[in-house]
């Protein structure tokens, strides 16, 4: 991912259009299981659903162009999507990080012929909008993603070009979405109806505190106070791209992790089902809050054993449908957790994701160089400082002090050097380990492994 002042550079060979019954959706340079491709030719066939596979791109569009906190004008940006064999993903963030989006075209909403597996961009212009606006009926919908046969070009171009300003916050926000949503589970499914009378019930854009989902009968209430069961709500309105899809609903599945009474906002998944396709929503814990700075990711790039093992995890995916930490584990001769960190290494490249739906990762590639995650994360990048200094000093059996330049803080793993860590500093005082770990833990534990791998 390009830097905050540059930008992105999408490359295709026609823009893709509606015309008539037949969908082409360009696409852009990506990565199948056969190499690099300037423009790959995924699948051709029909959408057996034309309605509800329109409204939902459209709506996942939409979340693409959409900055939930301090709106504002946002420049298009196009969605990744990934050909796994039986489906085709599309995935895509809002401008600000905070949302988000995926659409899951599943077999039994596709009806052709898969050329080639992979992942790249596909160009979602203004007029295709428009047209996807007005689809309707139940009747197929012919399905070209890339061309079989690029375009001869002219003079006047027939290539078209996009440069779009892309932070590299967006590809950590795929990183840490990836290793939040990994912990979560179902905590509620509705029907058709209560979908409905949930969905179109939801305070509006003026609600902007963090607000509870809590079962009740067949459907949820909406309460300020966390208890046993709930689904965090943060932002409700973040929820509104679903509301164009509610005339497709089959149900509506919530999904986070479990929370007590006293509970801060925690991130959550809201998952609507359409026929043959899934519509997924992942809110950060608060509307202000990107994922990008959530920090989830810290701890398993905090060891080097990871980067190594990402390269090894990462020659054995084959961009199957679901990825299997337990077979890959075998397969590459690791242990489960080291397998996990790996994936998750390999998260921070774009390269992997994370299924709620079937509680399971899959393969994707992006073009971004994974040598970059150091520099994208400013804790990792200071903790490996100060371990390079010599500011960490074990005083004691669990427990560090770190010294950065003024008083040392103190880190304490509770229950000895393997216990989980806590820190003297303002950060982890603010946070409590909500937004991951601060760099002087992070030292700390780097320390700390060195130290257990020096004594092997």
């Not at 479990?258 to 396709?277: D, F, H, T």
Request: aromatic share 6%.
């Amino acid at each position: 991912m390009a830097s905050s002042g540059t930008a992105q550079v999408y490359t295709y060979s026609r823009p893709s259009g509606l015309a008539g019954d037949v969908l082409g959706l360009s696409t852009s340079g990506g990565t199948t299981a056969a190499g690099p491709s300037a423009h790959p030719y995924f699948f051709s066939g029909l959408l057996t659903r034309a309605a509800p596979a329109a409204a939902a791109l459209l709506a996942l569009a939409d979340v693409a162009q959409t900055r939930y906190h301090q709106p504002r004008p946002t420049a298009f940006r196009d969605p990744v999507v990934t050909c796994n064999g039986d489906r085709l993903r599309l995935e895509s963030f809002s401008a600000c990080c905070g949302v988000y989006a995926r659409l899951d075209v599943l077999e039994q909403a596709l009806d052709g012929e898969v050329h080639e597996r992979g992942t790249t961009n596909v160009d979602v212009n203004g007029p295709l909008r428009e047209a996807l606006a007005r689809v309707g009926g139940d009747d197929p919908l012919h399905l070209a993603v890339g061309a079989e046969e690029l375009a001869v070009t002219t003079p006047d171009g027939a290539v078209v070009e996009k440069k779009v300003p892309l932070p590299e916050r967006w590809l950590r926000g795929f990183a840490e979405v990836q290793v939040i949503t990994s912990g979560f589970d179902p905590r509620a499914e509705l029907g058709a109806a209560e979908a409905v009378r949930f969905l179109r019930g939801l305070p509006g854009a003026r609600s902007r505190a963090a607000l509870w989902a809590v079962p009740a009968g067949r459907g949820l209430r909406v309460t300020s106070r966390p208890v046993p069961g709930a689904v965090c709500l943060p932002g409700p309105d973040r929820l509104r791209t679903m509301l164009p899809l509610l005339r497709f609903a089959r149900a509506l599945r919530a999904y986070g992790p479990a929370v007590r009474p006293g509970n801060g906002p925690v991130a959550s998944v809201w998952e609507l089902e359409l026929p043959g396709m899934r519509y997924v929503l992942a809110l950060s814990p608060e509307p202000h809050r990107g994922f990008s700075g959530e920090g989830a990711v810290l701890d398993a790039l905090a060891t080097d054993e990871a980067a190594d093992d990402a390269e090894l995890v990462g020659a054995l995916l084959s961009f199957e449908p679901r990825v299997e930490p337990d077979l890959i584990a075998g397969r590459a001769g690791l242990d489960l957790p080291r397998t996990r960190a790996a994936l998750t290494q390999l998260g921070t490249a774009g390269r992997v994701g994370y299924d709620t739906a079937e509680a399971g990762f899959f393969h994707r590639e992006l073009p971004y160089d994974a040598g970059r995650v150091l520099a994208m994360n400013p804790r990792l990048r200071n903790a490996r400082a100060l371990v390079d200094e010599g500011r960490v000093t074990f005083t004691g059996p669990g427990v560090a002090a770190v010294d950065t330049g003024g008083r040392p803080w103190q880190v304490r793993f509770a229950g000895g050097p393997e216990g989980t860590a806590s820190c003297t500093c303002p950060w982890w005082i603010d946070h409590r380990g909500g937004r991951g770990p601060c760099k002087h833990v992070l030292a700390a534990r780097m320390v700390r492994d060195a130290a257990k791998e020096t004594a092997r």
